[in-house]
């Protein structure tokens, strides 16, 4: 007798997790252009807390090791095409940093199936400060000085950067408050048995 393997993902989930890739493209678009003009996102990346709650709360629908990866990669090729600022990196090496933010944030939830709150908080400020040093050591890698002006705006990034991750998953939990037991959520998280 054979076994059929189940799908990583059914048609539902596919469909959902390509729903919230565009959303959150699509949020960056807008925000980046709006904020653009006013320097503050060399600074304070206030764009990224409304993604982290995309991803994070992407990730609690479909709670399964390699989600976020998949949705980092995907992610990051549209912007290889659409966003050549992204990450201040050009062509196919904003892949890297969005395939290693997917796979930190990834292992850290795979990791922590504990409480809710912890694990969005944990999982979200440890996985962005460990993405942030591997985004800085790669444009290191790439020639970037380590200059005291370099080190200044690193120092600003990573703390400002954690204020922005926590703020993501305080959103996440919010958002995740209200939806979990709705039907919308047990659809996508429905699998059939085979």
Known sequence: MSTIKKPFLTPVQTIFLASMITADFAFGLA????????????????????????????RLIIDRFGVLILYEGVWGLFSVFAMPGAFGLPGFLKLIPALSQGIILDSLMSLMKSALKPRLMISSVLGGLLASIAFYALRFALGMPWSQFVQMIFGIQLLTGLVIWASGAVLTWLVWEKISGSQAVRRIQFVPES
Do not use: E, G, Y
């Open 31 to 58: 925000v980046k252009n709006l904020l653009a003009p006013t320097q503050i996102l060399n600074i304070i990346r206030l764009d990224m807390v409304v993604p982290i709650m995309l991803m994070l709360v992407t």
